[in-house]
């Protein structure tokens, strides 16, 4: 929607960047459609379509059936037939129903028809913990959808990069699933700039320069990583890697880093077992073996459930335990 | 406390041409002329023997897992002969290859794909087919969605799309049917009750009488039709085609037929049915009939039916000959069409698809490594 004076002033929260990508990609095109629960004239249970009905109208800003499967596999309809839809999933743990259709079709329409039909869509899902939510609302599956061939997999951290990567997904000629942190919708504003601007999927950013050690992190993390950063001491040169995108991966990125460094630690709220980091940990050793000083570490969720809200600031990575790994890293 | 009906709702059963031929002259009223019936047996002739030389081609092992069409014909072409080829689209599974055929999809296309190349769902621009759909009731959301996409911008065209009485079983059935109704979509769900999902016989597949009634919870026009009769086949799919293309929404159509062949060349479904009931549809054949009712309206002979029946071997021979022409694709292709742009990663991969070394970077794959460029 458009800004409001506060907004100029204080700056856009990461909610407020991703209504405004939404608002300018659909006024540029008109193929841009947005359908989901609750994300018309509620604009959204985190209000993050918030107006958009108001200016598009509800064949454009769509309530839909309660029904995720039925909302991911009409928008594969949508955008084979040359729309480009962004279907919201309420909560990454209702990702459930609509993964037959996300995995089975949405990713492989392409690949199995050699490019004679492809799904250009972006799948906006809430995602991961910290906001004292309901059971299955606080999951972080981005592994899951990282290690399906055809899919895409976008998590900004920050307003700025919200936006930007926001408009680069729907832009994609690929389906591309798009987590959205949800623990840091409104914690943090950022002034970014008015007009659209992509950031092309697969570029890391670099957001602290350092020489002794490299934390690699994406989503809510990358706040809990920029929080342990200011408690090292003065002579431990920390590099902060956020990847913004896992899949394409910015490998590049990883390796220069770690080349540099010689130490890792990567930290994600996902379950350790499987979780996205052992994929980074593999990479930096088939390429940064004779570089490493110490053995990767990971910082992450427990192989557990998430679990209710009372013991939820226990399973989510802090900065402490950030702290802890990277110590002992240095250490070793 | 006073009741009253909430609701009431009834099935319609059409049957135009019967078994032995008959025609019901007033419901055939403005549904095919005779030129069309003509065409149509000798197309339906022609999709027959293509179908029986895809399972021999299975047993000769030059095939691989294959699912018969046999005896569904009708149901197929009845529908497709009722869509505007070039501005509907149809919406498959695997069972109505003649109306894909009809709608413009080369017919090697298909074995293409039975024989395990991809190929064969490059679906050839201005074909508006989509690939077929190996999972079960997955896909008609799809329709929904293209269907929906045609509302919203207007254009008259509509989606038809064909599943088995098995698939109404799938809560993704029940998705597209509701989001289909609520949004008023143009799209027509065609289903071939064909009284087997495998080997589960419709009757323990579901406790409603019929399937066509399942559309009455969505308040979508319905229909039960005889399967095998092209007359009434052709009138539920052409009313429900235009009704949807004039904007009255989507309807359903059950047409009930029979599998006469195994659900699929990996399949013995004399495990499971009996020989008297396949008999019995056997005489239902909806070749027997159409041909019935053409030669008692003097519109065909036994010349006639040997002409065709040459022609028939000769289309299904050049259909083997086009799908065993067609060069092996190349291992490149799954890197390819993985995403319209390749990633630094697949690039590697397909690089050193067969040289696996230690690293794999850009440049030991032998790509010009220029990272800043990755």
């Not at chain 1, 929260?13 to 994300?39: F, P, W």
């Not at chain 1, 299955?136 to 900004?156: F, M, N, Q, R, W």
């Not at chain 2, 025609?23 to 005779?34: H, N």
């Amino acid at each position: 929607m458009p800004r409001t004076e506060a907004m100029t002033k204080q700056g856009l929260t990461l909610v407020d960047a991703i209504n405004e990508a939404l608002y300018q990609e659909m006024e540029r095109d008109e193929r841009v459609i947005c359908l989901g629960e609750d994300v018309g004239l509620n604009g959204g249970v985190f209000r993050v379509t918030e107006g958009l009905q108001k200016v598009f109208g509800p064949d454009r800003v769509i309530d839909t059936p309660l029904a995720e499967s039925g909302i991911m596999g009409t928008a594969i309809g949508l955008a084979m037939a040359g729309m480009r839809p962004v279907p919201e999933i309420q909560f990454e743990g209702f990702l459930g129903p609509a993964y037959d259709q996300l995995v089975n079709h949405a990713a492989r329409y392409r690949g199995r028809s050699r490019g004679a039909v492809t799904v250009p869509m972006t799948v906006r899902v809430p995602w991961g913990g910290g906001i004292h939510a309901p059971e299955l609302h606080s999951d972080s599956p981005e592994a899951i959808y990282a290690h399906t061939p055809g899919l895409k997999v976008v998590i900004p951290s920050t307003p700025y990069d919200a936006k930007g990567l926001l408009i680069a997904s729907i832009r994609d000629p690929d389906p591309v699933v798009f987590f959205e942190p949800k623990r840091v919708y409104r914690s943090h504003r950022e002034a970014i700039p008015e007009e659209l601007y992509e950031i092309p999927l697969g570029q890391a950013k670099v957001i602290a320069e350092g020489t002794d050690l490299t934390v690699i992190s994406w989503g809510a993390c990358v706040h809990t990583c920029n929080e342990a950063m200011d408690h090292f001491p003065e002579d431990v040169s920390v590099e902060l890697i956020d990847l913004r995108t896992i899949s394409p991966l910015d490998i590049d990125a990883i390796v220069q880093s770690v080349e540099k460094t010689g130490r890792c630690v990567i930290v994600h709220e996902a379950p350790k077992t499987a979780g996205f980091g052992a994929e980074i940990a593999t990479i930096i050793q088939e390429h940064c073996f004779l570089n490493l000083k110490a053995p990767v570490q990971r910082v992450a969720g427990f192989d557990t459930m998430v679990p209710y809200y009372k013991l939820e600031s226990q399973y989510l990575p802090d900065s402490k335990r950030v702290e802890e790994a990277v110590m002992q890293c240095l250490a070793y | 406390m006073p009741t009253r009906t909430a609701y009431e709702g009834k099935v319609e059963y059409l049957q135009i041409l019967d078994e032995n031929g008959v025609l019901d002259e007033k419901l055939a009223k403005d549904t095919l002329a005779d030129e069309d019936v003509r065409e149509l047996y000798q197309y339906m002739v022609k999709c027959r023997a293509v179908d029986e030389t895809a399972f021999k081609l299975q047993r000769a092992k030059r095939m691989g897992t294959y699912p018969q069409n046999k005896g569904q014909e009708a149901a197929a072409i009845g529908s497709g002969f009722a869509a505007k080829r070039g501005v509907d689209w149809l919406v498959p599974c695997y069972r109505e290859n003649a109306a894909l055929w009809m709608h413009g999809l080369p017919m090697h296309y298909v074995f293409m794909y039975w024989m395990g190349d991809e190929r064969g769902s490059q679906i050839p621009e201005g074909v508006n087919v989509l690939p077929l759909c190996v999972p079960i009731g997955t896909h008609m959301l799809h329709a929904t969605g293209m269907a929906w996409a045609f509302k919203m911008r207007k254009e008259p065209r509509v989606c038809l799309t064909y599943f088995g009485d098995g698939a109404t079983s799938e809560g993704d059935f029940h998705e597209a049917m509701n989001f289909a109704s609520t949004f008023q979509v143009p799209c027509v769900f065609i289903c071939q009750n064909n009284q087997w999902a495998i080997s589960v016989p419709r009757e323990q597949q579901m406790n409603s009488a019929t399937v066509a009634q399942k559309a009455l919870a969505y308040d979508m026009p319905t229909v039960q039709v005889d399967g095998n009769d092209l007359f009434a086949v052709y009138k539920a799919s052409r009313d429900a085609i235009e009704r949807a293309r004039a904007g009255g929404g989507p309807a359903f159509i059950e047409a009930v037929t029979y599998r006469l062949a195994d659900h699929t060349t990996a399949d013995d479904a004399r495990r499971y049915r009996d020989a008297e009931e396949v008999d019995a549809w056997m005489a239902k054949d909806p070749l027997i009939r159409l041909k019935k009712y053409l030669v008692g309206k003097g519109l065909w002979d036994d010349a006639k039916q040997a002409a065709l029946d040459e022609l028939a071997k000769q289309t299904a021979t050049d259909v083997v000959k086009a799908a065993e022409g067609v060069p092996a694709p190349g291992a490149e292709d799954i890197f390819d069409y993985t995403y319209a742009t390749m990633s630094r990663e697949l690039e590697v991969q397909k690089a050193t698809m067969r040289t696996h070394s230690l690293g794999q970077r850009p440049e030991q794959a032998g790509l010009s490594a220029q990272r800043e460029h990755a």
